[in-house]
């Protein structure tokens, strides 16, 4: 891993940078996804890091823990241009350290981004029973196409079309619709005999 502590600014370029490249190689071989954590999170990158520390993840941990009784047994991870993947523990080192305007990302990026995350998905949703990607338009749109991509690809990720729409659920950004964020939830995990995971704090 990399250990400067630079705080990085630039558009696609970010992505080539040995930090994000050596932090992606990282994911891919040697991160370890907690299995005893059976639902998975993947929620959007934000201009406040570390994103922990954001107005957004506070909300978000405070629905975690009051409202649904989740927050032992969720594993958030952060979609992020130009780290891909960052998962929790990861907040506060230097792979945060970074800033990526939204309209710097160009075609070239968005391949590469895409390309890299559908690599990545498949090892972080296998790892977890039920994953909700709760995302802002942007990267809702680049997390579809490497969804897409990882079912084209079914022989070597060993995802299909239906066990995908099984395990993996969209939700609506918790700043557009915080109950809906808990409907969905909800309904996912009763659904699937998770019901005991929920509290009945209403």
Known sequence: MEVSDDFLIGGDEL??????????????????????KPIAFFLSCSKHKPYNKSPYRRVFHAMLNKKLALRDLSQIY???????????????????????????????GRIIFIERLSILLP???????????????????????????????ENKSKL??????????????LTYNLPKVREIVEITLKKNKLVGYLTSEE
């Open 15 to 36: 992505f080539h940078e040995p930090r994000f490249v050596n932090h992606y190689t990282f994911m891919i071989n040697d991160y370890i996804p907690n299995i005893e």
């Open 78 to 108: 952060t979609v992020s241009e130009p780290a891909i993947i960052v998962p929790e523990e990861l907040d506060d080192t230097n792979i945060t350290k970074y800033e990526f305007p939204p309209n710097k990302l160009k075609e070239k």
């Open 123 to 153: 090892k972080l949703i296998h790892a977890h029973k039920y994953s909700f990607y709760i995302l802002p338009k942007h990267h809702r749109e680049i997390f579809e196409k490497a969804l897409k991509i990882i079912v084209e690809n």
């Open 160 to 173: 299909t079309e239906k066990l995908l729409s099984s395990k993996v659920k969209y939700a609506p950004p």
